[in-house]
T-cell receptor, first 112, second 114 residues
Framework: KQEVTQIPAALSVPEGENLVLNCSFT??????LQWFRQDPGKGLTSLLL?????REQTSGRLNASLDKSSGRSTLYIAASQPGDSATYLC???????????FGKGTHLIIQP | NAGVTQTPKFRILKIGQSMTLQCTQD?????MYWYRQDPGMGLKLIYY???????DKGEVPNGYNVSRSTTEDFPLRLELAAPSQTSVYFC?????????????FGSGTRLTVV
């Protein structure tokens, strides 16, 4: 059974810092990996989707990398802003029809 | 383009009551999913569907039922609500199970069973 772990569980940093969120998964036979953002009391917003044949994806200040062989992904946030404060969820997509397997998330606070 | 729409947004149920959580998508996606999210936990899959008339159990199906009569709609039925079903429920859709387009989520239904 696929298991996804996100480290750290919580992170608080001053505004302007660059930061890295980590995601690891136990079964490397994945198709894709998707990073989401969740604001308090809200739904999930897709940030980046990395296909298994790709090693990274970039969107603005966000960069996500994927190393299937080691079962790891990182989400890099450059020049953090208070508006980046949210919970970040990592999810892997396996070969079956049964959807995403999620980590528990990293709760990020950016201090003004 | 509305994406994935869930109703209601909030609901309080008494123990033993029943209700249906509605989910509809307008993207013509074949695959649809129901997840629940408990505080401090990741999302867990309840049921999923790969097309109209086809449904299957996920990781935590007990106490729930689903149906998929159309491509657009995937309602989740709670029978005999229990406090353990207090959670936030998310519906999601995707063109394919391993889609390179990823998954689209609704805004969630926050359910409290008292």
């Amino acid at each position: 059974k696929q298991e996804v772990t996100q480290i750290p569980a919580a992170l608080s940093v001053p505004e302007g810092e660059n930061l890295v969120l980590n995601c690891s998964f136990t079964d490397s036979a994945i198709y894709n990996l998707q990073w989401f953002r969740q604001d308090p009391g809200k739904g999930l917003t897709s940030l980046l989707l990395i296909q298994s044949s790709q090693r990274e994806q970039t969107s603005g200040r966000l960069n996500a990398s994927l190393d299937k062989s080691s079962g790891r992904s990182t989400l890099y946030i450059a020049a953090s802003q208070p508006g980046d404060s949210a919970t970040y969820l990592c999810a892997v997509i396996g070969g079956g029809a049964d959807g995403l397997t999620f980590g528990k998330g990293t709760h990020l606070i950016i201090q003004p | 383009n509305a994406g994935v729409t869930q109703t209601p947004k909030f609901r309080i149920l008494k123990i033993g009551q029943s209700m249906t959580l509605q989910c509809t998508q307008d993207m013509n996606h074949n695959y649809m999913y129901w997840y629940r999210q408990d505080p401090g936990m990741g999302l867990k899959l309840i049921y999923y569907s790969v097309g109209a008339g086809i449904t299957d159990k996920g990781e935590v199906p007990n106490g729930y039922n689903v149906s998929r009569s159309t491509t657009e709609d995937f309602p989740l039925r709670l029978e005999l609500a229990a406090p353990s079903q207090t959670s936030v429920y998310f519906c999601a859709s995707s063109p394919l199970g391993n889609s390179n387009y990823g998954y689209t989520f609704g805004s969630g239904t926050r359910l409290t069973v008292v």
